[in-house]
């Protein structure tokens, strides 16, 4: 069924459990928010390329103190300055009711392969789906399923180099 494409969707909390337990943080998306075809996978790994932008509002403005004096920076400013330019990354989407953790509803997860220098909390994410990695696993060890993860890395990184996925950055 790939490509499969959304449009720009919300970031929002989730358990805080990707960084702080598996070392590997992962932005979650309304599920809501995907399309249907998106929606219809089956639970697994997937890779794709995501693009994030920063969302310019007025509302969201983050204060942060330098050389000593208190400098407002809206959301969109702070997230470029503190990130730089947001190119379009390489992903690891996971499609999951994370049965290690014995949830029972389903979560979309992106684990973007770029070393971010903040979180982007706030921001907008759009991205493709260009390919199945392997089914959702129900893991008995936090080890064995990070040893995975790593190897999902591992897969999305040289498939998404090769040329012909590389004209799918395109699309986002
Ligand atoms: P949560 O349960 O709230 O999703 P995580 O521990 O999974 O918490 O961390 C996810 C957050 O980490 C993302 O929403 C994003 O702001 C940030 N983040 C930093 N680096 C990355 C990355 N490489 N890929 C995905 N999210 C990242
Ligand atoms: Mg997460």
Known sequence: PFPLVTEYCDIVSGFGRGSAELGVPTANVPIEQLPKSINDLDLGVYFGFAHIRAVDSEEASVETRQEGRTV?????????????????????????????????FKTMELHVLHDFKNDFYGAKVKFNILGHIRPEL???????????????IKIAQTVLATPSYQAYKRQL
Not at 74 to 103: H, R, T
Not at 140 to 145: C, P
């Open 138 to 152: 129900n893991y008995t060890t936090k080890e064995a399923l990070i040893k995975d993860i790593n190897i999902d």
């Open 72 to 104: 407002t920076y809206s959301y969109g400013q702070y997230l470029s300055e503190a990130n730089g330019d947001l190119d379009v990354l390489p992903m690891v989407l996971s499609v999951g009711k994370n049965p290690f953790y014995g949830n029972d």
